[in-house]
């Protein structure tokens, strides 16, 4: 009789082992997710850096043209000639007579191309606009990385285009 009972014993742990069911991931699953959840780590970080947005890009380029219409507007209207500087090293923009000074975003790159007499030194350069609408002319380029946008200010009309 122990040996019923020993055979019975042995069947049911037999048995037990063959009913189990298997659940859960195998190793091969394991591996395939974290080589995918690796190769998206790496291409997913540079879409979020810290670097200028387009929309900042394009935001920045338009508060300058925007300024540079305005300064135009003052010309016209107090019918004194009106300046608007631009600092490309400290990455600012001023107007003569308001007290503030406009900061630009420090990882875009500024480029001017301006009149001789505009040039102030080797950091500094500015617009002029006089009573008539007209202006010293030139171009203000804003860049970040292979983005672009170009403002171009004309000299006889003194309107201010933006292009990218």
């Not at 974290?34 to 291409?43: E, R």
């Not at 004194?80 to 975003?105: M, S, W």
């Not at 030194?121 to 170009?150: L, M, W």
Request: no cysteine.
């Amino acid at each position: 009789m122990v040996l019923k009972v020993a055979k019975v014993k042995i069947k049911t742990l037999l048995t037990g082992i063959n009913s189990i069911k298997q659940s859960g991931f195998s190793l091969i699953e394991l591996l395939v997710v974290l080589v995918i959840a690796a190769m998206l780590l790496t291409t997913v970080p540079p879409m979020f850096s810290s670097g200028v947005s387009s929309s900042e890009l394009k935001g920045t380029a338009r508060s300058l043209a925007a300024a540079l219409r305005s300064a135009r507007s003052r010309s016209i209207t107090t019918q004194k000639p009106t300046q608007l500087i631009i600092n490309v090293e400290q990455k600012f923009f001023t107007v003569p007579g308001k007290d503030k000074q406009y900061k630009l975003p420090k990882d875009m790159e500024i480029k001017l191309k301006i009149a001789g007499s505009e040039q102030q030194d080797n950091e500094t350069g500015s617009f002029r606009f006089f009573p008539d609408g007209s202006s010293t002319g030139g171009r203000v380029v804003i860049a970040y990385d292979e983005r672009k946008y170009q403002i171009d200010i004309d000299w006889l009309t003194g309107d201010v285009v933006i292009a990218n």
